[in-house]
């Protein structure tokens, strides 16, 4: 069983469209995360929501919004997709901010 | 602000020798320090925190209130060891980790 899971794995779509990254955790955590990671590997934190309401919000641009329907879910919107938007995005989840569990990722190229 | 320093992107050693990743770290407050690393193919996982004191796969890690640092250190380096490795830095109380921006061992045989 997959603790932390997201999907897609892989996404390459054009500049100008918009698209979502959806994460699922089974663990009965409270607390996910939305980071990035960049070409240069450095994992920057977007969103954290603890049971459904939103505790991080790091400077972001607007296009992106984290949506939480439950405490195992959250998912990341991205509208008008831009080049620089190309990276990994990791979800990760925790119990009360103690230790992360990671999700595998999905990469995302903006073309 | 809080900050979190690996000043080595990539650091090579070969096989037996002793491995020091070199974390530092800028908070005012009390922090909670960990070490995460991802194997090739991996995902993210956590390796140590300093409030366990523990040694996992025999790496230790020490917390220097006054240097302000939190390397991460093995006698012996193995083949297997080869990783990224992520220094991050939790605020005491908070949700928020901040990550370094990493460093590449490379074990060499």
């Known amino acids: 069983d997959t603790a932390v899971s997201q999907t897609p794995k892989y996404l390459v779509t054009q500049m100008g469209n918009d698209k979502s990254i959806k994460c699922e955790q089974n663990?009965?955590?409270?607390?996910m995360y939305w980071y990035k990671q960049d070409s240069k590997k450095f994992l920057k934190i977007m969103f954290s929501?603890?049971?459904?309401?939103?505790?991080i919000n790091e400077t972001v641009p607007n296009r992106f919004s984290p949506k939480s329907p439950d405490k195992a879910h959250l998912n990341l919107h991205i509208n008008s997709l831009e080049l620089g938007d190309s990276a990994v995005y990791f979800c990760?989840?925790?119990?009360?901010?103690?230790?992360?569990?990671f999700g595998s990722g999905t990469q995302l190229s903006v073309l | 602000a809080q900050r979190v320093t690996q000043p080595e992107k990539l650091l090579s050693v070969f096989k037996g020798a002793p491995v020091e990743l070199k974390c530092n770290y800028s908070?005012?407050?009390?922090?909670?320090l960990f070490w995460y690393v991802q194997y090739s193919r991996q995902r993210l996982q956590l390796l140590l925190r300093?409030?366990s004191r523990e040694s996992i796969k025999g790496f230790t890690a020490d917390l220097n209130k006054g240097e302000t640092s939190f390397h991460l250190k093995k006698p012996f380096a193995q083949e297997e060891d080869s990783a990224m490795y992520y220094c991050?830095?939790?605020?005491?109380?908070?949700?928020?980790?901040?990550f370094g921006t990493g460093t590449r061992l490379k074990v060499l045989a």
């Open positions: 990760a989840s925790s119990v009360q901010g103690e230790k992360l569990f």
């Open positions: 663990l009965g955590h409270d607390t």
């Open positions: 929501y603890n049971n459904k309401e939103l505790i």
């Open positions: 908070y005012s407050g009390s922090p909670e």
């Open positions: 300093h409030i």
């Open positions: 991050a830095l939790k605020a005491s109380g908070t949700y928020k980790y901040i």
